[in-house]
């Protein structure tokens, strides 16, 4: 029975109620130790009638071994991980080492989590799935990143995550995303139940102090009342504080061990040295210590440990403690030792280290050998932590700065900024190679630039790559090219001159690659804009990344010149490519990026449904994989999408946030963003305001699309001289972008200004502009031709704006556009509800829907998309009502049927 936990125990069953009608949820259990979180995990383990429960911790003494947490809680189901999709199946046998050919490559760090997560998907297929993890605070760093990102993805696979954390005294399991349930002290009156019922034979008055002492922790009410019959509770009258009641508890654990026969503290101090509860190391090492298994009998008899199933299980985690911490040093070095002598592998190393007192040379190099056996694991923290330890007990300064820039390499991968930043300090003051002093100046830059810190970066990397340019120029200008883009992020285009300026001195090979950057970027800062040279400079970055390499990344890159160039139609094929390949190679740290170029072209295309689902999956794998700058960008597509339908509310929130976590360039494209709201909602002076003050500033190169929207605006205002120069700038980029959509624009915006009849043809004339600046060009003339009292020639331009505007869900616009073919005459039908079924679906919907139309399987789109089977087939399920059909055959007939935009 658990007393006074009414409230959470119905929490944890109405998850195991929602996993046996199908449905997923994952929950981390916090508190304090003793305050009965193991006892709520419990609870559910026992309340799981009918479902499979697998269960696992973490272990102390295993947190810096990768994937020991992981191999622990999935031992029992080890065999169904071959019947995993090829990749998944492949980095979570080489995570677990089922495979020792098995090499890490890209994308195994987050692969791992998805194959978790079709392995419980697996498994709940025959039988809902209980998932616990005790002291999950404990658990290696890479064993939490991929159960936290199954967590996350749980949907409908009827499996429950259950994660019990300590609060105090343990190291941080921070879990984003998953659900948090904070656990604290029974109040007095339960507490004092509790005791009635555990301790009648004890006095009330003493029952009283036990609950005043014990602070509401369950724990310390179930094992003080025992001190207080061997004489360890002493009354206090007064009411003078004793130690916390933890203290008070561990400190009666370490007692109770202590007069158990030495033997018997022998196998208890091995057994929580020895940390996974393997009976035959923890007694092998014991009998090299003169204690065997028949000398367990004591601590069983005591309640302090004893054999669970095949393992070897403290009772609780504090009696673990006190049988290590009561111990002298030297038994401890001791047991360190005889453990290391009948263990092998990674483990044996991590008890060489333990048990070593100073620099060894031997133990370094073990924990060396350790930490590339985890790189092959792909566990990329695990590998930061051998290498810190073994640089710990290096005895040359030399070999210890190298396995510190080891470490902070690890740890860069990894995602561990603060780790890597701090490992490259240390480094960098040990290493006399200027090679391995520039790639830690590198991963310092990295942290700088993540915390916005641009001129720090810039000269980290300027430093490091006069340091290093004559032995190694090709380092040196990839630091450069670095510190342009770093300083062009932040805005700070003095840095992005002199960067190109330094190139040049040095006489770098790829001078001329960074200057053409440094001049794209700051030509279009002059106060009349380079828009030639910047034009220019663009179009040789992008020949000479076409003719490098062809890597994802390079991919991605060349990409982006694309869209600095306005040719949106070449960047949107790169585009599908760079995501279907992203997808098929398992490259899930380059998907990001290739979902925001995505997202961006189907924006531009008028794909906004296609353009909400890239960015919405972009996001959430990016903020999973530690990818800030691609979570500013993306939410910068769906504040986009918001503004043109009028959803103030969440482009408001998005653009606040990408302010908030965003460089200089993201607040001016969110106050662009918030201007084209302004200008769809008709507050016209509001975005004339907004617009003067963003494109005067020196990013001209990130608002050059926003001019137009500023001359719309001045217009509207009755300021049309407001706007000469706006179109002026945006006619110049138009004519060296060569694109005919911008020219079209450029028109737009002269006819505007000047009424011209002959510039409107023009605009419309050229008709490759993207949907929603058509419709634009459409409404602003069908409004010009009403004015000039042609009400039937405006009726043609101002419908077909007004359909657009319906089918890209541009609610401000359409209405504008509703009000103005009225005022033509026209009497207007309410669009149907079913003109588009698509519209009804949401982003994950639709993303699965079109998937399982191309003839793709619930399996096969689940590791596209990186959800389980169940959940593949659940928003399908979902789907079908709102689409009118009740099968998969009939979605490529509705696709077929419905007209939408090319993905």
């Not at 696992?56 to 622990?72: C, D, K, R, V, W």
């Not at 343990?170 to 029974?186: C, I, K, Q, T």
């Not at 990295?446 to 290093?468: I, K, T, Y």
């Not at 009292?789 to 890209?808: P, V, W, Y």
Request: glycine letters at 8%; hydrophobic letters at 45%.
């Amino acid at each position: 029975m658990l007393y006074g936990r009414a409230a959470e125990t119905a929490v944890i069953d109405r998850l195991l109620e929602a996993a046996r009608a199908g449905r997923s949820g994952a929950l981390v259990v916090r508190g304090e130790a003793g305050i009965g979180k193991t006892a709520l995990l419990d609870h559910a383990v026992a309340a799981a009638a009918e479902l499979r429960v697998i269960r696992g911790a973490g272990i102390e003494a295993e947190s810096e071994l990768p994937f020991a947490g992981l191999h622990l809680l999935l031992r029992g189901v080890l065999d169904r991980v071959a019947a995993l999709p090829e990749r998944q199946a492949r980095a979570l046998s080489g995570a677990l080492g089922l495979n020792a050919s098995a090499e890490a490559v890209e994308g195994d760090r987050f692969m791992v989590g998805t194959g978790v997560l079709m392995l419980l998907a697996d498994l709940a297929e025959q039988a809902p799935v209980l998932c616990v993890v005790d002291d999950a605070h404990w658990l290696d760093a890479a064993s939490a990143e991929a159960l936290l990102f199954a967590a996350r993805r749980l949907e409908a696979e009827g499996v429950v995550m259950l994660f019990a954390v300590r609060e105090v005294h343990a190291p941080a399991f921070p879990a984003p995303g998953v659900d948090e349930l904070r656990l604290s002290g029974l109040d007095p009156e339960t507490a004092a139940s509790l005791l009635a019922d555990e301790a009648r034979d004890l006095p009330v008055h003493v029952r009283d102090q036990i609950v005043h002492e014990s602070a509401g922790n369950p724990l310390a009410l179930l094992e003080l009342p025992a001190a207080q019959r061997e004489g360890q509770l002493a009354a206090e009258p007064y009411g003078v504080r004793v130690p916390s009641p933890l203290s008070r508890v561990q400190h009666m654990f370490a007692d109770r061990i202590a007069a158990l026969p030495e033997a018997t503290q022998t196998l208890l101090l091995v057994a929580a040295a020895e940390g996974d509860g393997d009976p035959a190391s923890v007694f092998a090492a014991a009998k090299l210590l003169g204690a065997d298994a028949a000398d367990l009998e004591p601590a069983e008899e005591r309640r302090l440990l004893g054999l669970a199933g095949d393992r070897l299980v403290f009772r609780h985690p504090l009696i673990r403690t006190a049988a290590y911490r009561g111990a002298t040093v030297t038994r401890r070095l001791a047991v360190h030792r005889a453990l290391a002598d009948v263990l092998d592998g990674d483990r044996r190393a991590w008890q060489l280290a333990a048990a070593a007192t100073g620099p060894d040379e031997q133990v370094a190099a073990e924990l060396e050998r350790t930490a590339e056996s985890a790189r092959r694991r792909g566990g990329h923290a695990a590998v930061a932590a051998a290498y810190e330890r073994a640089a710990r007990f290096s005895v040359e300064p030399r070999e210890r700065g190298r396995r510190l820039a080891a470490a902070a390499r690890a740890a860069a991968d990894a995602g561990q900024h603060d780790r890597a930043a701090a490992f490259a300090d240390d480094a960098a003051h040990l290493v006399s190679d200027p090679v391995i002093g520039a790639e830690m100046a590198r991963i310092r830059a990295g942290l700088a630039d993540e915390r916005s810190s641009a001129a720090s970066a810039h000269q980290l990397l300027a430093d490091a790559a006069d340091a290093v340019a004559e032995p190694s120029p090709g380092l040196a200008s990839g630091l450069l090219f670095t510190a342009v883009e770093t300083a062009w992020t932040a805005g700070d285009f003095a840095a992005v001159r002199a960067a190109a300026g330094q190139a040049r001195r040095l006489g770098l090979p790829d001078a001329a690659r960074i200057g053409e950057l440094a001049t794209c970027i700051t030509a279009l800062t002059e106060p009349d804009g380079g828009v030639a040279e910047a034009a220019h400079a663009v179009r040789l970055l992008l020949d000479r990344d076409l003719a490098a390499g062809s890597g994802l990344r390079d991919e991605a890159r060349i990409a982006w010149w694309e869209l600095l160039l306005g040719d949106y139609a070449a960047a949107h094929r790169r585009a599908v490519t760079l995501e279907r390949e992203s997808r098929r190679q398992g490259a899930i740290g380059v998907l990001p990026r290739a979902l925001m170029l995505l997202a961006r072209t189907q924006l531009w295309r008028g794909a906004h449904r296609d353009a909400q689902v890239s960015a919405t999956e972009g996001m959430r794998i990016a903020q999973d994989t530690g990818q800030s700058h691609q979570v500013v960008f993306l939410r910068g597509v769906l504040a986009h999408l918001a503004a043109i339908e009028g959803d103030q509310e969440r482009c408001r929130q998005l653009t606040a946030e990408m302010t908030a976590h965003g460089a200089a360039p993201a607040h001016s494209r969110a106050k662009a963003i918030t201007a084209l709201l302004d200008l769809g909602l008709g507050r016209h002076e509001v975005a004339l305001e907004v617009l003067s003050a963003t494109v005067a500033g020196p990013n001209k190169l990130g608002t050059v699309h926003s001019l137009p929207d500023l001359v719309e605006a001045a217009v509207r205002a009755g300021r049309p001289e407001l706007g000469r120069d706006a179109a002026r700038h945006y006619a110049d980029w138009a004519e060296h972008s060569g694109q005919p959509w911008a020219r079209a624009i450029a028109a737009r915006c002269a006819a505007l200004l000047d009424g011209d009849g002959q510039a409107w043809d023009r605009a419309l004339r050229l008709d490759e502009s993207p949907p929603f600046e058509r419709a634009r060009t459409e409404l602003l003339h069908g409004e010009w031709l009403r004015r000039q009292h042609r009400r039937i020639d405006a009726r043609g331009r101002l419908r077909s704006a007004l359909e657009t505007f319906e089918r890209l869900g541009a609610k401000p616009w359409s209405g504008r556009a509703a009000t103005e073919l009225r005022a033509t005459g026209e009497t207007l039908t309410t669009r149907g509800d079913d003109a588009d079924p698509f519209a009804r679906l949401t982003p994950q919907e639709l993303q699965v829907v079109r998937l399982a139309a191309a003839g793709l399987s619930n399996r096969d789109i689940g590791a596209q998309l990186f959800l389980s089977p169940r959940t593949v087939g659940y928003h399908l399920y979902n789907a079908y009502p709102k689409l009118g059909v009740t099968s998969r055959g009939e979605l490529p007939s509705l696709l077929a049927t419905v007209s939408r935009p090319e993905a």
